[in-house]
Each structure stands twice: as C-alpha cells, then as structure tokens.
C-alpha cells in the first residue's frame, strides 16, 4: 500500500471516531464520509469573435466623438446590429455615465441611433 493511501485512511478513522460530517475523495476518486459533495462545475468556454479586442470600442468612438446633451447620431451597422449596439451603449455609459444615452435601433435606415439625454 501507498503511504498516502495509508495516512488517509488513518485520517478518515480519526474523523469517524470525533464523529464529524466529513466528504474526503481519495485519490482513485472514491469518495469517503457523509457529506455531498457538489460535482466540479464545467470549464467555461470564451467566445471567440472575429475582431480584434477594441475594435467595435474604437469604431463606436469615432462617431460619437464630442455629443452634448439633445445631440442625435445615426451610427452605421457594421459588425452586426447587436454587437454594434453593445459596444455603442457600452462605450456611451463609460464616457457619459449610466441612463445618460438612449440608443435604438432605426429600422427605416437600418442605423443604430444614439441620442445623449444629459
């Protein structure tokens, strides 16, 4: 026998002799003692996308440049309607603060429209 295989079972006695609620896995992945054990949650996948990190940031920015309060842009589509819209709203709520801009989508022109309120 292992000689860790060995101190983890003198430690699981010692836990069932105090008698505690232990949940202990042992190293052939059986598990020991009387508490459930959440299973492992699954890696996260990241979405790749086909552009650069900024390059939506940087397109937005070019037109909404200098906006003051009533002021109304028409920002063309370029990277699809959602994601040109998130990047719009995001970079508005970074530089102008939350509930500030209002964006929307014209369906006449096919643009995303951006108006500042404050």
């Known amino acids: 026998m292992d000689v860790k295989q060995i101190a983890l079972e003198k430690v699981i006695k010692m836990l069932d002799n105090i008698g505690v609620q ?12 009387t508490l459930e054990v959440a299973p492992p949650k699954p890696e996260r996948t990241r979405t790749k996308y086909d552009n650069p990190h900024g390059e939506l940031t940087q397109y937005v920015k070019g037109y909404i440049g200098e906006m003051k309060p009533g002021d109304v842009i028409e920002v ?27 964006t929307s989508y014209n369906t006449t022109k096919d643009t995303l429209e951006i108006m500042r309120i404050l």
């Open 22 to 33: 232990y949940a202990v896995i042992g190293f052939d992945g059986s598990k020991h003692g």
């Open 76 to 102: 063309p589509i370029k990277y699809g309607r959602r994601r040109t819209q998130s990047a719009l709203s995001g970079y508005a709520c970074r530089i102008f603060g939350n509930s500030n801009t209002v």
